[in-house]
């Protein structure tokens, strides 16, 4: 059986869950730190997709370097209130990791998380990304959160920007750089 991976970034900490929850989906998770990749650019290039273990835009060298070579990347992140999985950001779909980080949506902290959010956002973003790779999502644009205190799920959107150069035109196409 051929295995896909997938290639997780973030701190070994926040890797570790994902990468068994990544298997349990039978994908093969190759986690990395942002510093490994920044150091070593285009590492994550050979994998089937992306998992960033933080917040949109947390990475914008790593989120950019993936875009521009026409590969998409997922987001995932927790903490000791909330969990978000998503958005799925491609070329194409949805918006651009420099209108990420111009973002106003809620942005969670660092430092800390609580069991229960860690699974079910390692659980959601490992079946999203088994979706992703066989060609389907629902988190172009979107994500998927939970509260502890309003549990239930919730959606955020995420925007592109007024004038982002990689929004389609009318034409369907993306305008010249």
Do not use: N
């Not at 990749?37 to 050979?46: D, E, I, K, N, W």
């Not at 960033?52 to 998409?72: C, N």
């Not at 950001?89 to 959010?117: E, F, I, K, N, Y």
């Amino acid at each position: 059986m051929h295995t896909v991976q997938v290639a997780v970034v973030g701190t070994p900490l926040d890797t570790r869950p994902l990468a068994i929850a990544l298997r349990q989906a039978q994908l093969h998770a190759v986690p990395t730190t942002p510093e490994t990749a920044l150091r070593s650019p285009g590492t994550m290039l050979g994998a089937a997709l992306t998992v960033f273990v933080g917040p949109p835009g947390a990475h914008p060298m790593l989120e950019t370097e993936l875009y521009e070579a026409g590969q998409g990347a997922l987001h995932v992140a927790w903490d000791t209130r909330a969990a978000q999985v998503g958005p799925f950001v491609a070329p194409g779909h949805g918006p651009c990791p420099a209108c990420l980080g111009h973002d106003h949506a809620p942005q969670l902290q660092t430092g800390g998380a609580h069991r229960a959010l860690v699974g079910w956002a390692g659980s959601l973003a490992a079946l999203q990304a088994h979706a992703i790779v066989r060609g389907s999502t629902d988190l172009v644009g979107v994500s998927w959160t939970w509260r502890l205190s309003a549990p239930g799920l919730g959606v955020v959107g995420w925007r592109k920007r007024a004038g982002c150069r990689a929004a389609p035109r009318p034409s369907g196409r993306p305008p010249r750089r």
